[in-house]
C-alpha cells in the first residue's frame, strides 16, 4: 500500500455551523493515501488539512504584522519573553540566521512550515480525482480551492524570504538527489506562477458561499479576485517593481532574481483586478458595512456612535456582514483576545472583573498621531487644529459640550484627543476617553476609562494585564461583548478578516493613482471610505481645512493621502506592516522612536510625558527575512536572503 513518508496530520478547518459552534476533525496522524481518498468524508478531511496551514491572524504571537511592526507594542522584556512572542523581538532587531524567529520556512520559533502545507496540497491535487463516490462538478471545486491556497501559501512565503523556489510538484520519494532540492526562482516568475494559479483555479470555485453558516471562509471566485487584486498590487509595489536595492542577487545561471526595470503595465493588470474584484463583490451583495442600532435601545445612540460602530462592526460583525469577503475561521478573536489582549484592565470595576482584562497589546502613540481632525485631514495640516499644542494639558468640559460622548466631561487629557475623527475614537481607548459597549439590558453603555494610577483602567502588578503604552485597540473589540450586571464578561467572537470590501476600495484607488495621477473614480472610492465615518471627501477636507489645499490634485501628493488613508482606515489589521513593505518606506517609518505615555505616574503633569519606549533600527535587509543556515546546508541551491 502506498503511503506518504512525511506525517501527514489532518487538522479540520473550522467553519461556523448553525448554532455558531465549530467543526474540528481530527482523524490518525499517520494517513494512507488509499484511505485518505477511498471516500468523499475522507477526502474532505484532507481538504480541511489543506487549509488548516493558513497561517492564524489572531494568533497574536506568530502574526508578524501584529506585532513586528510599529502599531503595537509589549510592556516589558521581562513579561513576554522572544520565546513566547517572537514577532516583537523582531520589531526590536533580534531577527538573525543561525535561528530565524518566527520561521515560516522551517516551521521553527513559532511559525508555521509553509512548504509542508504546500506539500499537502499537492497529494491532494495529485489524488482528488480518484474518490469514488463525488461528482465531477465537486472534484473540480474543491481541487480549486487548493490550487487557490497552494498559491496562497507561496505568496505568504514570498512576501517573508522574497524570490522563493515554486513547487508545482512533490518530489517522488526515489528521486535522484542532484534533483531533490529547489533554488529560488526570479520574483517575476513567482508571482506569475501565484496568478496563474488563481485564474486556474476561477473557474470551477463557487461564486460565492451558498450556505453561510456552514461555508463561510471556504475560497470562492470573490475570495479568489479580491486576493489576486492584492497579489497583484504587491507585484507592482516599489519592493517588487524596479527595485534596484539587490544588484548581484542572482540564481546559478546569472539570472537576476529582482527585476530592476520599473513596468507601469504591473500597475494597470493591478487596477483591472481591483476593479473586478470590487465588480463582482458588488454584484453578490457586498457593501461597506453601516452599523444599525436596535431600535429597543433604551438610549439611542448619538450619529457619532454610529459612525464608530460602523468601523469596529466591519471587523468584529461575524453574521450579516456585507463588507467581510474572506475570513478566517480557524483564528478567533475570543475573550482572551478581547478581554486580556484588547481591552483596558478594567472598564468598570462595578461590572466587570479585573481579571477579565487587560490590554497588553498597546497601540503606540506614533499610531495616535496618524489619525486625522475631526476635518478629515492630518492634525499637523489641519490651520484650525493647534498641532503646536497636540501635547498640551487640556480640561474636558463639564456638562454638554461636542465632546461629552467621547470624553469624560471634567478630566484632563491631552490635546492629542480632542477634537479627532471618529476612526480615532473607534479605534483608540485611551485615559479620559470613553467605551461603548452592549449590556444585559440593551442599552449602549458609556464606560469612562481613567488610565492614571486608582483610575479604572491603571496599570496594576500584574505582569501582563496592562497597556504598557496608554492606549488599547479599542477596534479589536466587538460592540455585542455583553456587559453583566455582575463581575462578568461574555465575549462575542469573531474571525480573522484577511479581505474586506474597504481593502479593496483603497487598493483600487492606490492602482489608479499609480496609473492616471488624480481622477473622479479614485475620489469616488476615498470618499466612500471616508465617508462611512462621517467625514467630507477628499477635495473638500484638503481646500477647506488643509495648509496644503492642491495636494489632492497631484499624483504624488493624491499618493500620501491614499498611504494614510490605509494607514488610517486599515489600522491594527495586520496591513500596514506589509503595506510599509511593499512601498518601501519602511525604513523611513520604522527607524522612528517607538512612544508612548509614562503611565505610572498619577498626575496628568507626570503621566501625559512622552517616553521612549524603544529605538529601533530597520536596514535594506530587513525587507526579506533570512533562512537558517541549517537549511542552506541541507539545500546547496538555496541562496540566502539579501544581505543576510
Not at 517575476?188 to 501565484?194: G, K, L, P, R, S
Not at 442599552?443 to 488610565?451: G, H, P, R, S, W
Amino acid at each position: 500500500m502506498k503511503k506518504i513518508i512525511n506525517t501527514v496530520i489532518l487538522t479540520g478547518v473550522l467553519f461556523f455551523s448553525g448554532c455558531n459552534k465549530f467543526m474540528d476533525i481530527v482523524p490518525d496522524n499517520v494517513a494512507e493515501l488509499d484511505q485518505a481518498f477511498s471516500m468523499r468524508t475522507m477526502a474532505e478531511r484532507f481538504l480541511f488539512t489543506c487549509y488548516s496551514w493558513i497561517p492564524g491572524g489572531n494568533v497574536m504571537e506568530a502574526n508578524p504584522a501584529l506585532l513586528a511592526g510599529d502599531e503595537f507594542w509589549l510592556n516589558s522584556t521581562t513579561n513576554f519573553s522572544q520565546g513566547d512572542f517572537p514577532n516583537w523581538y523582531i520589531a526590536m532587531g533580534s531577527q538573525n540566521a543561525n535561528s530565524p524567529l518566527l520561521n515560516y520556512w522551517d516551521g521553527n520559533a513559532g511559525g508555521t512550515q509553509l512548504w509542508r502545507g504546500i506539500r499537502e496540497c499537492n497529494i491532494f491535487l495529485e489524488n482528488i480525482q480518484r474518490v469514488p463516490d463525488m461528482d465531477q462538478i465537486e472534484k473540480d471545486r474543491w481541487a480549486a480551492e487548493v490550487k487557490f491556497l497552494k498559491a496562497y501559501y507561496h505568496y505568504y512565503l514570498m512576501r517573508m524570504y522574497g524570490p522563493i523556489p515554486i513547487v508545482e510538484e512533490n518530489i517522488p520519494i526515489f528521486e535522484d538527489p542532484d534533483n531533490v532540492n529547489y533554488e529560488r526562482q526570479p520574483i517575476d516568475d513567482v508571482f506569475a506562477y501565484i496568478v496563474g494559479k488563481i485564474d486556474e483555479a476561477i473557474p470551477a470555485l463557487m461564486e460565492d458561499v451558498m450556505l453561510p453558516a456552514q461555508e463561510n471562509g471556504r475560497i470562492t471566485q470573490i475570495v479568489a479576485k479580491a486576493m489576486k487584486a492584492e497579489i497583484l498590487i504587491a507585484a507592482a509595489s516599489p519592493l517588487f517593481n524596479g527595485n534596484t536595492d539587490y544588484p548581484g542577487y542572482n540564481n546559478a545561471t546569472g539570472q537576476p532574481l529582482f527585476n530592476a526595470t520599473f513596468s507601469v503595465q504591473k500597475w494597470q493588470l493591478a487596477a483591472d483586478a481591483c476593479k473586478e474584484a470590487i465588480d463582482v463583490a458588488h454584484a453578490a451583495g457586498k457593501s461597506l458595512y453601516k452599523w444599525n442600532p436596535s431600535t429597543t435601545m433604551i438610549v439611542a445612540p448619538q450619529q457619532s456612535t454610529i459612525f464608530q460602530m460602523s468601523l469596529r462592526q466591519a471587523i468584529t460583525e461575524r453574521t450579516n456582514n456585507s463588507e467581510a469577503i474572506w475570513i478566517n475561521n480557524r483564528s478567533t478573536a475570543n475573550q482572551s483576545h478581547q478581554g486580556l489582549a484588547f481591552m483596558p484592565r478594567s472598564i468598570d470595576p462595578a461590572r466587570i472583573s479585573n481579571q477579565s482584562m487587560g490590554g497588553y497589546m498597546a497601540p503606540t502613540l506614533n499610531m495616535a498621531l496618524k489619525f486625522y481632525s475631526k476635518n478629515g485631514v492630518p492634525i499637523e495640516e489641519d490651520f484650525s487644529w493647534d498641532y503646536s499644542k497636540r501635547f498640551d494639558l487640556r480640561d474636558v468640559p463639564l456638562g454638554e459640550s461636542p465632546y461629552q460622548y467621547n470624553l469624560i466631561p471634567g478630566h484632563t487629557t491631552v490635546g492629542l484627543h480632542f477634537d479627532r475623527e471618529d476612526r480615532f475614537y473607534a479605534s483608540l481607548s485611551f485615559d479620559g476617553g470613553r467605551y461603548f459597549m452592549s449590556s444585559h439590558n440593551n442599552d449602549n453603555l458609556a464606560f469612562n476609562i481613567n488610565a492614571r494610577p486608582g483610575g479604572n483602567a491603571a496599570a496594576t502588578n500584574s505582569p501582563t494585564r496592562y497597556s504598557g503604552t496608554g492606549y488599547t485597540p479599542k477596534k479589536l473589540v466587538s460592540y455585542y461583548n455583553l456587559v453583566g450586571e455582575a463581575n462578568n464578561f461574555t465575549s462575542y467572537n469573531y474571525p480573522y478578516s484577511m479581505m474586506r470590501l474597504g481593502n479593496l476600495y483603497l487598493l483600487y484607488a492606490e492602482a489608479l493613482n499609480e496609473l492616471f495621477g488624480p481622477g473622479d473614480e479614485i475620489f469616488f472610492y476615498l470618499d466612500a471610505i471616508r465617508a462611512r465615518s462621517g467625514l467630507k471627501g477628499v477635495i473638500e477636507s484638503w481646500s477647506d481645512y488643509s495648509i496644503f489645499p492642491d495636494k489632492p490634485n497631484t499624483q504624488e501628493g493624491l499618493r500620501d493621502i491614499i498611504r494614510r488613508e490605509r494607514t488610517i482606515e486599515m489600522a491594527f489589521e495586520s496591513q500596514r506592516f506589509w503595506d510599509l513593505r511593499r512601498w518601501k518606506t519602511a525604513q523611513v517609518e520604522l527607524n522612528t522612536p517607538i512612544y508612548g505615555w509614562d503611565f505610572r505616574q498619577s498626575t496628568p503633569q507626570t503621566y501625559y510625558r512622552r517616553v521612549v519606549m524603544y529605538n529601533r533600527t530597520f536596514t535594506l535587509r530587513d525587507y526579506f527575512w533570512p533562512i537558517s543556515i541549517n537549511e542552506l546546508r541541507r539545500n546547496d541551491k538555496l541562496l540566502q536572503s539579501p544581505l543576510w
